[in-house]
């Protein structure tokens, strides 16, 4: 069923329709001349009425039922968006970065102070003899391996013979109460066995071989001139210090290793 309310032009017809019904009833009732006046009030009432409603859409809206308002639409609840979460540094995956394996190189062996065979000749140091070290205190570490030289009649006080009658013989040189150089080898008297001493980490020294040393040592050099008794020198370098090799000829075997700053072994020990 339609429930809204006529508007415009329907609201206009109803009213005139209710006015020719009424005004119709009026005459089929219609009594007796006395009562014209009454029923002359009656019309104008009716009349009044529908003037009013024709005037005034209000009025007349008001004399119908009207509908039910429609319940407001549901107004949605707002909904709050969670902001995204950014990993941090902590909680990001931790990616490990592969690790570089240097290259092995020769490291000094252990050894065994009694045993001068075990003693390493690197460019620091020949056994537990350092280069820069006190001579007083250097020189306890030889001990009981080697003994001083009683043969030796060097009047040079800043030089050392070592001796023990098995292995190679050593020397130690000093500068201002410090170890400056250490010989390996060279105190032997003629005729006399090299025997067994200390060596590179390598496995070279006395008694090695030129070959030997060039396939060692790729950036061997041979010294532009021969000090140790005009006898061939060939000698490697770190940077700063040295490791020469002096050869008993030019293709005989090593004879004696310096180790020092300078690259040139002494001439003349006590000299």
Not at 17 to 28: G, I
Not at 31 to 60: D, E, F, K, M, Y
Request: hydrophobic share 35%; aromatic share 6%; net charge negative.
């Amino acid at each position: 069923m339609n429930t809204e309310p006529p508007t415009g032009d329907d609201l206009q017809q109803m009213l005139v329709s209710m006015k020719r019904e009424v005004l119709t009833r009026a005459d089929q009732q219609r009594p007796a001349p006395r009562r014209r006046a009454r029923r002359a009030g009656l019309v104008i009432g009716v009349i009044a009425v529908l003037g009013i409603g024709a005037t005034s859409g209000g009025v007349a809206l008001g004399m119908i039922p009207q509908p039910f308002a429609a319940a407001p639409a549901p107004t949605p609840e707002s909904t709050t968006v969670e902001p995204s979460e950014t990993p941090s540094e902590s909680s990001a995956p931790v990616v490990e970065q592969p690790t570089s394996t240097p290259t092995p190189t020769p490291t000094r062996r252990p050894f065994s102070a009694n045993d001068p065979t075990t003693w390493t000749i690197s460019f620091d140091e020949v056994g537990p003899v350092a280069l820069g070290g006190a001579v007083a205190s250097e020189l306890d570490d030889l001990e009981p391996a080697f003994t001083v030289d009683p043969n030796s009649l060097c009047p040079n006080p800043d030089v050392y013979f070592y001796d023990n009658g098995a292995q190679q013989s050593l020397i130690v040189s000093a500068v201002d109460g410090k170890v400056f150089g250490i010989t390996v080898g060279g105190n032997e008297q003629p005729g006399q066995p090299l025997g067994t001493g200390p060596t590179t980490a390598q496995g070279l020294g006395v008694g090695s071989t030129l070959p030997q040393l060039q396939a060692a040592y790729p950036d061997l050099e041979r010294m532009p001139t021969t000090l140790a008794y005009g006898l061939p020198e060939w000698t490697v370098s770190d940077g700063s210090r040295h490791i020469t090799f002096v050869l008993s000829s030019e293709d005989g075997p090593v004879k004696t290793v310096w180790v020092s700053t300078n690259p040139n072994p002494p001439y003349e020990y006590c000299g």
